[in-house]
């Protein structure tokens, strides 16, 4: 007989987005029989519970009966266009993000009404391809699972952009406002914060660009698209940080002026800066330590928060920026002092991923304490409506 076997890179494919929470469906017009061989190789249908459901067994159910059995489906054989569009819609009632590929002229319908049409580049019509939102040009299933990967890595830097940009900002005004509601003076100049701003979030918020894709990225549920972008304790965060580095420039601010210091306000702003470079470093990833990670493993950040080291210390000790900023050099131990409280941003962000991954291994630890070994269960038959396959086979065979 004939065979058109799917690529060796299909399966791992497979395997790949149901591990990062994506469940892969397939809608053929083969035979039932054959579709579902080619889904047990490539491993779409996995378990007992999954169903291959036919066009004409999905005239036969309404809506409500569709709708409980979607989920379940993971081969739909013999389908029309037009079933297409319901197994979309379908799922889209169920709050479902759906993607589809599709290469001929009858699949433009449902491409164009998918969360992300996807249509082949060799072989698929110019209908589908202007139906699409997006053209995979090796036509290729495994790259759709790497351009995911490579979407989760984006999406995750944006958020640790975010987190450490408003994080830092939250913190300037803190210090602004907070400070001459104790009768201190301003502790920082408009030249500090255009200089904060520019530098000091700049460079290290450009190398997170450059961060890698954490190791567990491909592991974790999707993002829910109804989801805010400052969901997930990521609001908290952003307070909650800011005002801790608010809160340790308006110290050294105090402990200066205490002590007599007339540059106080070298202090007040280098100890921002500092803070802010500690915290770029810490927040590369929101579970993982950074000593974990690797210092080394984003050597665009280690470069930027070193220039932008480098440019304080000039800020610091060198006339002409000592003209232009308003600053005054500062001894070692000042300058230790300075490092010293700045640090602990990045050491107090380091102790919540701690507490952070404690958290999440105390569930795991449970259950392996109570885990016992399965009772063997007696066999429920099931209704025919939910495993269709089971009703198509006799009248092939």
């Not at 803070?275 to 665009?300: D, I």
């Not at 291994?361 to 066999?379: C, I, M, S, T, W």
Request: with cysteine.
């Amino acid at each position: 007989g004939l065979i058109d076997p799917p690529r060796d890179e299909a399966r791992q494919a497979v395997a790949e987005c149901k591990a990062a929470g994506i469940n892969p469906d397939m809608i053929t017009g083969d035979h039932p029989l054959t579709a579902k061989a080619i889904a047990e190789t490539l491993g779409i249908i996995s378990s007992a519970e999954d169903v291959v459901l036919t066009g004409p067994e999905l005239t036969k159910l309404d809506e409500p009966a569709f709708a409980e059995l979607v989920d379940k489906v993971r081969v739909y054989a013999r389908v029309d266009p037009d079933q297409k569009l319901r197994i979309i819609h379908a799922l889209q009632a169920r709050h479902q993000f759906v993607a589809m590929t599709g290469d001929g002229v009858n699949d433009a319908p449902a491409l164009k009404n998918a969360d992300i049409g996807i249509a082949m580049g060799i072989t698929g019509t110019e209908v589908a391809k202007e139906a699409a939102h997006m053209i995979l040009l090796d036509d290729n299933f495994a790259t759709i699972v790497t351009a995911v990967e490579h979407g989760r890595r984006i999406y995750a830097n944006i958020l640790k952009f975010i987190r450490y940009l408003l994080s830092g900002s939250v913190g300037e005004i803190s210090a602004i406002f907070i400070a001459p509601l104790f009768g201190l003076p301003t502790p920082l100049l408009a030249i500090h914060i255009l200089w904060v701003n520019l530098i000091t979030d700049g460079l290290p918020g450009l190398a997170f660009a450059s961060e890698p894709a954490e190791a567990n990225s491909m592991q974790r549920p999707p993002v829910d698209p109804r989801q805010t972008i400052f969901a997930d304790g990521l609001g908290w965060f952003i307070i909650g940080v800011g005002l801790l580095v608010g809160g340790i420039t308006i110290g050294l601010q105090v402990w200066a002026l205490g002590r007599g210091l007339g540059h106080w306000q070298t202090m007040t702003f280098s100890g921002l800066c500092f803070s802010q470079l500690g915290l770029a470093l810490a927040v590369r990833s929101r579970r993982e330590s950074v000593f974990r990670l690797g210092l080394w493993s984003n050597k665009p950040m280690l470069g930027a928060l070193g220039l932008t080291f480098g440019l304080q210390l000039l800020v610091i000790y060198v006339p002409f920026f000592n003209n232009l900023f308003s600053t005054q050099p500062l001894t070692w131990a000042e300058l230790g002092i300075t490092l010293a409280a700045s640090s602990l941003v990045f050491w107090a962000v380091e102790l919540a991923k701690l507490i952070r991954r404690r958290r999440e291994l105390q569930p795991e630890a449970a259950q392996l304490r109570v885990a016992q070994p399965e009772a063997a269960q007696p066999e429920v038959t099931k209704p025919e409506v939910l495993k269709p396959e089971v009703a198509a086979l006799p009248a092939v065979v």
